[in-house]
């Protein structure tokens, strides 16, 4: 009997401690962070459909538009009659307006990009597909809302090149920059695309930096990913029309920076944007080199790959003088070279945004108000530059 009874409370007393430790399981801090972060990515419906994996992209096929998309591994495309765009709502979560398709047809190209009076501005750069990064960077500064709209008012937005490359979200961070920069006109602000370097690079073919994700995306639909934003595509038409120069108040944005070798050569903001649109940009690499001025844009000394601000040899400041009274500017706002954080040069002169978003742990946006620089993390905090 007294085997019984020590038998049943020590059955008892094990049934406890088991029951105790799944009751009370200490919450791991990792896990907890994992799910705040998917629950924060997903409020909105813009592409939050796991089983879509890539698209949409959308073609002009003589009188018929084609859209294509990667759904669970396989091509999927449709035919729009009649501007009936409901698919990309249905499967995307975004409103595609017919009127975006005349409009993008058309080729007016502002290569002056000469912007005045804005008071209030944010820049970012070399996103290189970290989608929900930069989601959380543009909600946290009250550029967007729970919903990815534009909440920015008559504020200007400057994507100041490399959406391209390395990341796994390309597609969706040009659906919402479009996105945004429509919605931006109509509050009376505007988005900047700027083309940098791995721009050019997947417009020229040269893909050696792609995500596997769109290698097997281009694979499936029988083409190569330079092809995927194409002449006849639509984001092809829209990507072709950005700049590699623009100018906003005293503050002149390039990918890379610009060279003593541009003002030798006497070329002039809308010269370089109106060369980089019709002769570099999806051009033949033997008929850029073989012309002294485009083989000079598109190289080591060009807007897109100079990092003479930098990098050593690093240019004099007399030298960085020249530039800035040669482009009637005061500031020079760069990315190109990664940093952990966004640094002045020069006196303020030059500002290197480049805040390594492209690994997708941290990152900065540079903003512009009250006349004052500032450091915008991705908590929200402001630090005076």
Known sequence: ????????????????????????????????????????????????????????????????????????????????????????????????????????????????????????????????????LLIKLLKNHQVIDKDFNWIFGKGHLVVLGDIFDRGEQVTEILWLIYKLEQQAKESGGMVHVILGNHELMVLNNDLRYVHEKYAKSAELMSTSYDQLYSENSFLGKWLRKKPVLVKINDMLFVHAGVSPKLVTNQLTMPQINDLFANKIIGKSKIDILADPTLSLLRGKEGPVWYRGFLIDPKLTEPEVNELLKYFNTK???????????????????????????????????????????YRGTTNGTLIKL
Not at 28 to 42: Q, R
Not at 55 to 78: A, M, Q, S, T
Not at 86 to 102: A, H, L, S
Not at 350 to 362: A, P, V
């Open 1 to 132: 009997m007294k085997y019984l009874i020590t038998r049943f409370i020590n059955t008892l007393l094990g049934f406890l401690l088991i029951y105790s430790s799944l009751s009370f399981k200490p919450i791991n801090p990792k896990n907890d962070i994992i799910h705040s972060e998917l629950s924060e990515n997903f409020e909105s419906t813009f592409f939050n459909k796991k089983n879509i994996s890539d698209g949409p992209y959308i073609f002009y096929e003589d009188d018929e538009i084609l859209v294509k998309w990667i759904h669970n591994n396989r091509l999927k495309e449709k035919v729009i009659r009649k501007d009936n765009f409901k698919v990309i709502k249905r499967k995307f979560g975004f409103d595609f307006d017919p009127n975006w398709m005349e409009y993008n047809y058309t080729d007016n190209i502002n290569y002056a990009q000469n912007y005045s009076d804005v008071e209030n501005l944010i820049a970012v750069s070399d996103v290189h597909g970290q989608y929900n």
């Open 331 to 373: 500031h020079i706002i760069v990315g190109h070279t990664s940093i952990p954080n966004i640094v002045s040069y020069y006196n303020r002169k030059i500002i290197g945004i480049d805040s390594s978003i492209k690994y997708g742990d941290n990152g900065e946006i540079l903003i512009f108000k009250n006349n004052e620089f």
